[in-house]
């Protein structure tokens, strides 16, 4: 792999940047792989990465419908932090944050990882006392986190409105400092840099139709491009994983909903923090081109299209301009969709599908792109080792079956929660 330093800028530009070798892609497909990986998303490609790197496990490919990191991953609002309820999420989430902080040196490839502080504003007494348990559970384990009251968090952040004629008037905030967003394609193009480079084959264009299974074991994909052979096959594909699920001959406790994005003209630095207002949910963070990108509820209804509906728009603007009264004089210039897949307890599926070798990695919902090294991590030990990595364990498809679930932050936060 060329090192991207400053060195190689220098020297590639001399030749007008015209000699940089392809960072992934070319090869030609084989007939079998060790390991197939279905999704050429940031999950998917984070998996084939660490196999590679961790393992030693290069006879992977990734197969990829559209184009590397065109589904969720480059459509996600980038935010990152660990501050879960439930230990398992939060320790999973924690492990992640902590790859994040290495993961620009580790990719050689600048992720653009921002630990600005992420703030979740408080409306309500309720709000103080659950964002307290929340703190309080954190902490004990050694995550830092903090509850700001209103003058701390004017400190933090001197823009937010904090007055109290408004409808739902901020009472403080939960606090992580470490919390932040990183360049969501950067993200899917580093993995996929990483990867190629230690071997792994990566397709776009390439969409898996469906699977050959005998005896309720998987031996490959049917695809676009021909059949596949794989010891292994991992279905990761976010919001099309009932699709595929189905094909395998499966249901699995999960709904599919879109979920849009929006961003304004770009500003000067004025939001400093990622936010998100607890009410009726709507949050915001600034971009390194300047441009605040927001959203809010995933759509109320279920469906595979990648955009939302204009009355999301609204609502989340109308909180959001409750939040910073500046942004009633800002234009939105793009908004877009991802769909997103959801179980009931808002947590993922990691691990074993009814069907033998046959693996998952789904059901990130709303919540999936700051898990994205974690996650690709843990289903790569997986994968390698034949069991299921200790922190992946709680995400078992089994808990819907055998009712032990210790992950269930749908009963934390009734409603899809944001980010
Ligand atoms: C608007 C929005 C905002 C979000 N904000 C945040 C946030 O701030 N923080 C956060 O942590 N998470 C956020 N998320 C969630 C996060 O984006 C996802 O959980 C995460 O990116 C999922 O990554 P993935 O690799 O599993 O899926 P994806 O990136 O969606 O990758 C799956 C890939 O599979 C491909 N695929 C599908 N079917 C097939 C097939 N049959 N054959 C081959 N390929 C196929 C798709 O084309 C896609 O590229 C947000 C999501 C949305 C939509």
């Known amino acids: 792999m060329q ?5 190689s800028l220098a020297k590639h530009a001399l030749t007008g940047h015209l000699r940089w070798s392809r960072t992934f892609g070319g090869r030609p497909i084989r007939k079998h792989y060790d390991v197939v990986i279905v999704g050429g998303g940031g999950h998917g ?5 660490y196999l590679a790197k961790n393992h030693g496990i290069t006879n992977v490919a990734v197969l990829e419908r559209g184009w590397m990191g065109g589904g969720n991953t480059g459509r996600n609002t980038t935010m990152i932090r660990s501050d879960y309820l439930q230990p398992a999420n939060s320790d999973f989430k924690e492990f992640s944050l902590q790859l994040w902080e290495g993961l620009s040196d580790e990719l050689n490839f600048n992720v653009m990882v921002s630990q600005r502080g992420y703030l979740d504003l408080a409306v309500s007494d309720s709000d103080i006392d659950s964002f307290t348990q929340r703190a309080n ?15 701390q968090l004017k400190k933090v952040c001197p823009e937010l409105n904090v007055s109290s004629n408004t409808r739902y008037p901020i009472q403080g905030a939960f606090y992580q400092a470490r919390g932040g967003i990183a360049r969501h394609d950067a993200v899917a193009w580093g993995f996929a840099r990483g990867a190629h480079a230690l071997g792994v084959d990566i397709f776009e264009n390439c969409e898996v139709n469906d699977f050959i299974i005998n005896n309720n074991r998987v031996e490959g994909v049917k695809t676009a491009h021909g059949n596949i052979g794989a010891g292994k096959v991992l279905i990761s594909v976010a919001g099309s994983t009932s699709l595929m699920a189905a094909k395998a001959g499966f249901t699995l406790p999960l709904e599919t909903l879109p979920a849009q994005a929006f961003v304004s003209e770009s500003l000067k630095p004025i939001i400093n923090q990622v936010i998100n207002f607890n009410m009726g949910w709507a949050f915001i963070n600034q971009s390194d081109k300047g441009e605040l990108v927001m959203g809010g509820h995933i759509e109320p209804y279920n469906g595979y299209v990648q955009r939302g509906g204009f009355d999301r728009i609204e609502k989340t603007v109308s909180r959001l301009i409750t939040m910073f009264p500046f942004l009633s004089r800002v234009r939105i210039m793009r908004t877009w969709g ?14 074993p599908s009814p069907v033998d070798d046959l693996l998952l990695n789904c059901g990130w919902g709303y919540s999936g792109f700051k898990a994205t090294p974690a996650s690709g991590w843990c289903m790569a030990d997986s994968i390698a080792n034949g069991r299921t990595h200790a922190l992946s364990e709680p995400y078992a498809l089994s808990r819907f079956r055998d009712g032990y679930n210790s992950v269930d932050e749908g009963g934390y936060e009734p409603q899809p929660t944001a980010q």
């Open 45 to 49: 490609l984070a998996t084939a990465y």
């Open 3 to 7: 090192n991207y330093s400053i060195f």
């Open 338 to 351: 991802g769909i997103v897949d959801i179980p009931m307890d808002r947590s993922p599926i990691l691990g």
């Open 137 to 151: 559970s954190l902490r004990l384990r050694g995550i830092d986190c903090e509850i700001l009251d209103v003058p």
